[in-house]
T-cell receptor, first 110, second 113 residues
């Protein structure tokens, strides 16, 4: 079935690294995504990874993909208070629709 | 260029009433999607239009929900009659091609009392 799982909360101190984890079910997904939702705002695409890649780095963001275990993670280096938001993992199904996880609320303490 | 716009941003109605949400996709985007997030749960797919045709409506919860996209431009999502469990944030997204990047609106928050 279609299922993406994430832990609900993560709290870190400013300057630390944050790691948000996600598991998914469809091994045929071609792309996996991380979206960010700040309070009162819409969904912003943060980064994505193609399914034949293991890792993608984009400035402070590192995405790791373990296709065998269907595990995706997002690491944010030097986490800032402005990174406080809800982070959604999503996989892309055939036909274009995204299946999202529940979202991980990241709280960054000064 | 304008992004995806949704209206209203917040609607409060009583159980049994009707609400219509509107989404204006990015101009030229044939693909339009509706999603919903209920009470801190996952964002769930509702349906997908390609131009004016419903490509996939497998996520529509029941027949109280009616989505239209006449002329293949903006879309409306009508809930009639609304129930308490329909409360949540309804997101609209559009893309130029079927596997292209999805651009999301800011969402319409629906509160049913």
């Amino acid at each position: 079935g279609e299922d993406v799982e994430q832990s609900l909360f993560l709290s870190v101190r400013e300057g630390d690294s944050s790691v948000i984890n996600c598991t998914y079910t469809d091994s045929s997904s071609t792309y996996l995504y991380w979206y960010k939702q700040e309070p009162g705002a819409g969904l912003q695409l943060l980064t994505y990874i193609f399914s034949n890649m293991d890792m993608k780095q984009d400035q402070r963001l590192t995405v790791l993909l373990n296709k065998k275990d269907k595990h995706l993670s997002l690491r944010i280096a030097d986490t800032q208070t402005g990174d406080s938001a809800i982070y959604f993992c999503a996989e892309r199904y055939q036909g274009g629709k995204l299946i999202f996880g529940q979202g991980t609320e990241l709280s960054v303490k000064p | 260029e304008a992004g995806v716009t949704q209206f209203p941003s917040h609607s409060v109605i009583e159980k049994g009433q009707t609400v219509t949400l509107r989404c204006d996709p990015i101009s030229g985007h044939d693909n339009l999607y509706w999603y919903r997030r209920v009470m801190g749960k996952e964002i769930k797919f509702l349906l997908h239009f390609v131009k004016e045709s419903k490509q996939d409506e497998s996520g529509m919860p029941n027949n109280r929900f009616l989505a239209e996209r006449t002329g293949g431009t903006y879309s409306t999502l009508k809930v009639q009659p609304a129930e308490l469990e329909d409360s949540g944030v309804y997101f609209c997204a559009s893309s130029q091609i079927i596997d292209g990047e999805l651009f999301f609106g800011e969402g319409s928050r629906l509160t049913v009392l």
